[in-house]
């Protein structure tokens, strides 16, 4: 987790316990050909569970218009909220904005904001129609700023469009993350299993997880210097469930052989 | 791309100039809370590249029987191929195979190969119950060896089911690319402008790609020491094209004030 998210101010709405649920779609063909390796998803998957809100699905599609409205409309009507990645610089394979009215059957039409911002940055004859591009904007919209550079994003009724430069993303989802309803944040703890591999510990395991419905309990195992282990990471909304299930579990696992089982709470 | 790829030899089958796709299903809570930056799917997607097998999309579910098989059956039916990686280990989470053998409507038997396999690693008292999960494939599934460590993935139709941790996913891509057909491999050719941005070249950009229907030429945009530039690169089947269209690109991108423009190519 990065310093910077951690140390922000909590979203403005009042956290529910209800379960608040997103979907992440990231366009781009650079994904697919295996040119870039993302690393969206998992900054905004991370900042997201800090805040409450569950990334239940993902999904990459190539910059091709159809692929990315039939992504758009099965995440946007089973949601809560989707968040886009890429497609919205000036060039011709920057299809998202056009993808995205298309979706909600609404005209583009150039932000004024944008243009204002645009005009500032370049004044009148380097406003090509190529960057002119980047003011465009279902009608309705609203801006997702950054205070990286370059020109805003946009949020259209539940889907929230951002680049897919890392670092002007990343500003974007400041921007997002204050919008959006959010749940009872998800607590984890982390027992940490050494010289014991997966298949000694997995019947107890399953024993306290099956006790535990309400808990998610995953076994993610490593190879270290004590031979085969595994981290047991109990998430759950609830502190008081999280802790008692992760000591639990100390207590389940003890003489099975294990070199250590101790807590390394992250 | 790493080394091992490049130095294999080809797969077996012959290519064909038919498009080959693939999809890929990333299973697994850990992707979608953040705990863990996958790069299962670019490996993947480099290693189908070289071969000439085109990844159409990917989607990410969680740990969730009814996710895993709506992912898989939209993605089977769909598309050539599936590779899926993630939860086939020992412990309660690992439900991958479960949910493929639902999804086939199939029964899972106890391969006799990989009980064979784990019995001659973990002999008689270690072949524990949760071990012998992982000799679980649906009736009528072969064997995906890899040569790192552990019991195979399966294959059941057009679908490859691989392990997550990825040293152990590679092992496996080993034996799944040989069974593929595979299709005429993409070559791209990159072009690297410095010092002039997506909004000047932007039009001469799409000028070009217009004019070659079946290439694919993307701009991915960086800022370096001569400001900001972009490399350019146009992807196709046929050689003389793409060269031809990396030349044609140089040609319209002269003049914009561009500090330099020049083949980098991979």
Chains 1, 2 share one sequence.
Do not use: C
Request: charged residues 25%; without cysteine.
């Amino acid at each position: 987790m990065p310093s910077n998210i951690l140390l922000r101010p909590g979203p403005e709405t009042m956290a529910s316990t209800d379960r608040v649920t997103a979907a992440v779609l990231i366009i781009g063909d650079e994904i697919l050909s295996g040119r870039t390796q993302d690393t969206n998803l998992n900054f905004i998957a991370r900042y997201l569970t800090t805040y409450g809100v569950d990334l239940a699905e993902a999904r990459v599609v190539p910059d091709v218009k159809a692929e990315i409205i039939a992504g758009l409309d099965a995440l946007r009507t089973r949601y809560d909220y989707v968040i886009t990645t890429g497609g919205i610089g000036p060039t011709h394979d920057d299809i998202t904005a056009d993808s995205v009215a298309e979706a909600f059957g609404l005209p583009l039409i150039e932000h004024p904001e944008i243009l204002e911002i645009m005009t500032r940055r370049w004044g009148g004859a380097e406003l090509t129609p190529a960057r002119r591009r980047m003011a465009r904007v279902p009608e309705g919209g609203t801006l997702v700023r950054n205070q990286v550079q370059g020109p805003p994003g946009f949020q259209i009724g539940n889907v929230f469009v951002l680049a897919g430069v890392p670092t002007v993303m990343r500003g974007m989802m400041d921007d997002v993350v204050p919008r959006l309803r959010t749940g009872a944040p998800v607590l984890s703890r982390t027992v940490r299993v050494d010289g014991a591999g997966e298949g000694v510990i997995a019947e107890p395991l399953e024993r306290v997880a099956k006790a535990h419905p309400a808990l998610s309990i995953g076994s993610y195992p490593f190879f270290g210097p004590e031979g085969y282990g595994s981290n047991l990471v109990v998430r759950g909304r609830e502190t008081a469930e999280v802790e008692a299930t992760a000591e639990e579990l100390i207590a389940a696992l003890k003489g099975l052989g294990a070199k250590s089982i101790a807590r390394v709470d992250d």
